[in-house]
């Protein structure tokens, strides 16, 4: 089993999950949050003065699967995903070593 995560923009949050919805991923987490890599943040203007905003919005989606799953997951998401703009984000993949649905008590494959 492993572990999907990936750092996107905002906007594209409806196209990913279409996307992965069509291989039949169940579920997914997303949280809203902020960070910078090569693009540095931006400056913007407010009321006249100009400051410079370091941590720019990304969404972080996170997905756990099977291993045999993991190539169509991570290139529905970099389809979808992609603008070719800097910022379009990444995609980490970490084994995932035990998994409980804690409703039921299954465990690893079926309670994915």
Do not use: C, W
């Not at 906007?11 to 169940?26: H, P, Q, T, W, Y």
Request: glycine fraction near 8%; aromatic fraction near 8%; charged fraction near 30%.
């Amino acid at each position: 089993m492993k572990l999907i995560s990936a750092i996107i923009k905002p906007f594209k949050l409806d196209d990913v999950r279409e996307a992965v919805s069509a291989l039949g991923i169940d579920g997914m987490t997303v949280s809203e949050v902020k960070g910078f890599g090569r693009q540095k943040g931006h400056t913007e203007l407010y009321r006249g003065a100009e400051y410079q905003v370091d941590f720019l919005p990304k969404v972080k989606l996170e997905i756990a699967t099977q291993d045999d799953n993991v190539e169509p997951v991570i290139e529905a998401i970099s389809k979808a995903a992609y603008t070719g703009k800097i910022g379009d984000g990444k995609i980490f993949v970490f084994d995932l070593a035990h998994v409980i649905r804690i409703r039921t008590g299954e465990v690893d494959d079926e309670a994915l």
